[in-house]
């Protein structure tokens, strides 16, 4: 069984400012890991993902995630916010290795982005 | 046509009515799903297709019926719909199934509205 916990549907920045959007997750077995980017009137895109190796995780756009597996967690971060990235990101986790694992969501974050 | 794209991109149906809802993917995959997406509610799996073959129904109501007839469609077929069904549908494809590092492509949805 897995899960996912996304801390904070609403996050207000700056222009400018440290983005930090966070994901902890549960899995039985090693997981895969996704942030995935939802602009208003589109479906979902891919940001990055973990599966092995590296656990830090650079993605389009300047986001980066780190995977921490001593605390079930996959935050989402981005140096310096731009108004474009204004949007609803979705973490996601589905069982690692070669058996097909459904992909399961967290509720969404909405990240608003002031001038 | 790239992509995924999903026809019509909103559709506003009566309880009595049936409707369809159509994805065509142009990425040469072959795993579709079909995604319910509710206001302040996780993404919720509905339908797993692999190479035309269903291969998980996660407990969808039967007034909501899928179709595969090859690997670049999949349809959504609506019939005695209720309110509460009003959501966004979220179609996407993968290259494959098995291995839970695939990265599944997304439409643009389309937004149903149950009157």
Known sequence: ?115 | ETGVTQTPRHLVMGMTNKKSLKCEQHLGHNAMYWYKQSAKKPLELMFVYSLEERVENNSVPSRFSPECPNSSHLFLHLHTLQPEDSALYLCASSQALAGGSNEQFFGPGTRLTVL
């Open chain 1, 1 to 115: 069984a897995q899960s996912v916990t996304q801390l904070g549907s609403h996050v207000s920045v700056s222009e400018g400012a440290l983005v930090l959007l966070r994901c902890n997750y549960s899995s039985s077995v090693p997981p895969y890991l996704f942030w995935y980017v939802q602009y208003p009137n589109q479906g979902l895109q891919l940001l990055l993902k973990y599966t092995t190796g590296a656990t830090l995780v650079k993605g389009i756009n300047g986001f980066e995630a780190e995977f921490k597996k001593s605390e079930t967690s996959f935050h989402l971060t981005k140096p310096s916010a731009h108004m474009s990235d204004a949007a609803e990101y979705f973490c996601a986790v589905t069982p690692g290795g070669t058996s097909y694992g459904k992909l399961t969501f967290g509720q969404g974050t909405i990240l608003t982005v002031h001038p």
